[in-house]
Each structure stands twice: as structure tokens, then as C-alpha cells.
């Protein structure tokens, strides 16, 4: 079994910081390509930034120049630093994880599974 641990959010002022930290625990995997996704109320769940074991990111639009994403691979964390937040940053946020379970081989589909955190509520408001 593999989890995702969130930790990290909480109520912000504009224009305020917050940093989000995600670790897997289970032995046995290998985590590929993670990211942080958001779901505001009413809204569809989406991407907010990448990042591949190598450590190429991607950001979405809305959030380049004021986010940064990061990862550990020896912890198998990944974080998302946020800063200069506005009212719209508001939403639940997700952490997900490509993962390999090295007990099966790479032709055996049970090898590979799509991993979530449970969601931490961020929340910008005066």
C-alpha cells in the first residue's frame, strides 16, 4: 500500500505565503511524475503544477511567477511554495503521485497506480 500525507494549509491573507507538503509512505514504490492539483467550490479539479522525477515542471498559467513546486526524491515528498496569494488561489488542494510498485514488472499493469492525497484547505481571505 502506498499513501500521500498533505500537510500545510490553512486561512492566508492576500498577498500572504503558504508552503504544502506531500510525503508517500509505503515501501516498495517508486514515485514518478507528481503534481498539486485544486478544486475551488463549484469548479472543476485542476492542475496547478508538475513535476517529473528529473525535475522538469510545469506550471498552470494562473500561477507562474508566484508558485514553485519541488520534490525530494530520497523522501518522497513533493511541495508546492506559494506566495502572493489572491481570493481565487482559495480551494482544496491535492497532491498526486505516478507510482511504481517494484514488486511487479514492467509489463505487469499492477505495477503502475495513480496515488492522491487527501486535500488540504487553503483559504485566502481578509
Known amino acids: 500500500q502506498v499513501q500521500l500525507v498533505e500537510s500545510g494549509g490553512g486561512l492566508v491573507q492576500p498577498g500572504g505565503s503558504l508552503r504544502l507538503s506531500c510525503t508517500a509512505s509505503g515501501s516498495g514504490f517508486v514515485m514518478n511524475d507528481m503534481g498539486w492539483y485544486r478544486q475551488a467550490p463549484g469548479k472543476e479539479r485542476e492542475l496547478v503544477a508538475s513535476?517529473?522525477?528529473?525535475?522538469?515542471?510545469n506550471y498552470d498559467a494562473s500561477v507562474v511567477g508566484r508558485f514553485a513546486i519541488s520534490r525530494d526524491n530520497a523522501k518522497n515528498m513533493v511541495a508546492l511554495q506559494m506566495r502572493d496569494l489572491e481570493p481565487d488561489d482559495t480551494a482544496v488542494y491535492y497532491c498526486?503521485?505516478?507510482?511504481?510498485?517494484?514488486?511487479?514488472?514492467?509489463?505487469?499493469?499492477?505495477?503502475?497506480?495513480?496515488?492522491w492525497g487527501q486535500g488540504s484547505l487553503v483559504t485566502v481571505s481578509s
Open positions: 498526486k503521485a505516478d507510482a511504481m510498485n517494484t514488486a511487479y514488472d514492467v509489463f505487469d499493469s499492477r505495477r503502475y497506480l495513480e496515488v
Open positions: 513535476i517529473t522525477r528529473g525535475r522538469v515542471t
